[in-house]
Structure formats: structure tokens, C-alpha cells
T-cell receptor, first 110, second 114 residues
């Protein structure tokens, strides 16, 4: 059974700083997803990582996947307030079942 | 395109009452999903439908039933609501088998069971 764990669960940081959110998963996952959720809102897809060594970047966010270590990271570069949100990673169990991590609540202070 | 829509947005039920949450998508996706989101636990899959005419249990199916009415619509029914079913419910859809397969989520239904 796939289990997905994120850390940290809460992160408060200053604008302009860099930080990384970690996503560990327990068994083989075909792919790894990252989502963003603003308070009271739905989930927005950020990245889909399909293979070992995959790296994707969008603006100040960069996600990577190491299938051998069963680890994905979401790196934030020079954080800005607009990136404050909760970030979820999710792996796949079977063809279509997503298993989510607990989420990382990110607060970026001016 | 509206994407994934859900009704109602909010609902308050008394213990033992029943209700159906509605979900529709206009992206011609084959697969649809129901999740619940509770504080500190991320999202958990309740049921999913890989294609029209099929449904399967997810991680937390007890107390729920689903119907894939047609390709566009996937409903979730609570036959006898319990306080433990207080949660935010999200519907999602995707084109399973496509290269990306990302799931697109609806706005959510906030349910309170008293």
C-alpha cells in the first residue's frame, strides 16, 4: 500500500528566500504529482513527473523526482507572497488511484 | 468550458438524513473521482469511475454510494449521514491513458453533519 509523506507540514518563510518541500513515498509509483490549494479553494495542478530524474520548472517553482530514493522535491526560489498556499504531492497506486500527502502549508511573509 | 462543476457548494445535514452530491465535467474525460478532504489528512479517494458504466472503491468507501450517470456526470450519495462524514468533498476528472493524466478538480462541496 502506497503511503506518501510530506515535510515540513508547516513552513513560514520570508520573501526572497529559497526553500524545499520534500515528498517521500513508500512503494513504487508510476508518476508523481504536485498540486497547489489556496484557502477555501480547489486544487490546481502544478507538475506531473513521469520518470526518474524528471525536472520541471514553472516560474519560481521547480519539481524533481528521484524514483530510486522514492523522493520528490518542490523547490521555491526567491519566494514571493503570492506563493503562499498549501502544496500537495500525490503518487499513484494502481492505474488511477492518487494517494495524497498531508500537504505543506506555506506562508510567505513580506 | 466550465471544467468540473459541483453542486451544492454548501450543505448542512442532520444525522441520518440522505443527500446526493452532483458532479459534471465538460472536458470529455473518461475517468471521474470523488475525494474527501479533512484537516491534516490531505485528500482521500472515496470512489472512482474509470469509464462510463464502471465504478470502483477507493480508500474510504464506507457510507457512500456512487452513480456514473453518463460520461459527463458522476454523483456521490450519502444514504444515512453521520457526523464523521463532515468534510469537504471534491470531484475530479481526467483523461486516463493520456500522457499527462493530471486530474482536474471541481470547486468542492462543504458538508456539515450535525
Amino acid at each position: 500500500e502506497l503511503k506518501v509523506e510530506q515535510n515540513p507540514l508547516f513552513l513560514s518563510m520570508q520573501e526572497g528566500k529559497n526553500y524545499t518541500i520534500y515528498c517521500n513515498y513508500s512503494t513504487t509509483s508510476d508518476r508523481l504529482y504536485w498540486y497547489r490549494q489556496d484557502p477555501g479553494k480547489s486544487l490546481e495542478s502544478l507538475f506531473v513527473l513521469l520518470s526518474n530524474g524528471a525536472v520541471k520548472q514553472e516560474g519560481r517553482l521547480m519539481a524533481s523526482l528521484d524514483t530510486k530514493a522514492r523522493l520528490s522535491t518542490l523547490h521555491i526560489t526567491a519566494a514571493v507572497h503570492d506563493l503562499s498556499a498549501t502544496y500537495f504531492c500525490a503518487g499513484t497506486q494502481g492505474a488511477q488511484k492518487l494517494v495524497f500527502g498531508q500537504g505543506t502549508r506555506l506562508t510567505i511573509n513580506p | 468550458n466550465a471544467g468540473v462543476t459541483q453542486t451544492p457548494k454548501f450543505q448542512v445535514l442532520k444525522t441520518g438524513q440522505s443527500m446526493t452530491l452532483q458532479c459534471a465535467q465538460d472536458m470529455n474525460h473518461n475517468s471521474m473521482y470523488w475525494y474527501r478532504q479533512d484537516p491534516g489528512m490531505g485528500l482521500r479517494l472515496i470512489y472512482y469511475s474509470a469509464s462510463e458504466g464502471t465504478t470502483d472503491k477507493g480508500e474510504v468507501p464506507n457510507g457512500y454510494n456512487v452513480s456514473r450517470l453518463n460520461k459527463r456526470e458522476f454523483s456521490l450519495r450519502l444514504e444515512s449521514a453521520a457526523p464523521s462524514q463532515t468534510s469537504v468533498y471534491f470531484c475530479a476528472s481526467n483523461d486516463a491513458g493520456s500522457y499527462q493524466e493530471t486530474q482536474y478538480f471541481g470547486p468542492g462541496t462543504r458538508l456539515l453533519v450535525l
